[in-house]
């Protein structure tokens, strides 16, 4: 979506390795919602931010959501290959007619053993 | 539970042939939608539900027709094939819109040729 981009497009990390995906809005944003599809599946929901400052975590995942730079960030920790697929942010626009819950591009990651 | 079932997995389709592509889910979820999954075009809105009886375009509805006579069915119907309607298809479904947790199925990966 133009709304919504992420950065960056693509990832490879050596395991263990730390890592950051980041996603920005460019319009106001009224939840931050993250999910994560492996390779030929489906969209698995990861966590949902709605507090301007909010930090969540699931197990070596962790998000926060800036909403005064309209921007949320992944933050994965000691990277495993079971991390490894694209993550995409999605934000809800009420205001946008047809298409009220957008996302973003995604972001590919690999994590080589 | 089974969560969102999609069927079929997979489908080649000659041009002008119809088709429907059929998704349901057992959590007795009021919001269903569909999304087509294109490379460099992210996810888009096909159709979207939020009740029995009750549906509405979302960014790309030309093309295709959806009904929703039953809370647990949402199936998305082809009118007449066209190659421009290659992609992986994907059905979600959850309680009250996807500005909350939204449940995906595993995809329906079409070609038209």
């Known amino acids: 979506s133009q709304e919504l981009e992420q950065s960056p497009q693509s990832l490879i990390v050596q395991e263990g390795k730390n890592l950051t995906i980041n996603c920005t809005s460019s319009?106001?944003?009224?939840?931050l919602y993250w999910y994560k599809q492996k390779y030929g599946e489906g969209l698995i929901f990861l966590m949902m931010?709605?507090?301007?400052?909010e930090e969540k975590s699931h197990e070596k995942i962790t998000a926060k959501l800036d909403e005064k730079k309209q921007q949320s960030s992944l933050h994965i920790t000691a990277s495993q290959p079971s991390h490894a697929g694209i993550y995409l942010c999605?934000?809800?626009?009420?205001?946008?007619?047809?298409?009220?819950?957008?996302f973003g591009p995604g972001t590919r990651l690999s994590v080589l053993p | 539970n089974a969560g969102v079932t999609q069927t079929p997995k997979f489908q080649v389709l000659k041009t002008g042939q119809s088709m429907t592509l059929q998704c349901a889910q057992d959590?007795?979820?009021?919001?269903m939608s569909w999304y087509r999954q294109d490379p460099g075009m992210g996810l888009r809105l096909i159709h979207y539900?939020?009740?029995?009886?009750?549906?509405d375009q979302g960014e790309v509805p030309n093309g295709y027709n959806v009904s929703r006579s039953t809370t647990e069915d949402f199936p998305l119907r082809l009118l007449s094939a066209a190659p421009s309607q290659t992609s992986v298809y994907f059905c979600?479904?959850?309680?009250?819109?996807?500005?909350?947790?939204?449940?995906f199925g595993q995809g329906t990966r079409l070609t038209v040729v």
């Open positions: 979600a479904s959850s309680y009250s819109g996807l500005n909350t947790e939204a449940f």
């Open positions: 319009k106001t944003l009224y939840g």
């Open positions: 931010l709605q507090k301007g400052g």
């Open positions: 999605g934000a809800y626009y009420p205001d946008n007619y047809g298409q009220n819950f957008v």
């Open positions: 959590m007795n979820h009021e919001y």
């Open positions: 539900s939020v009740g029995a009886g009750i549906t």
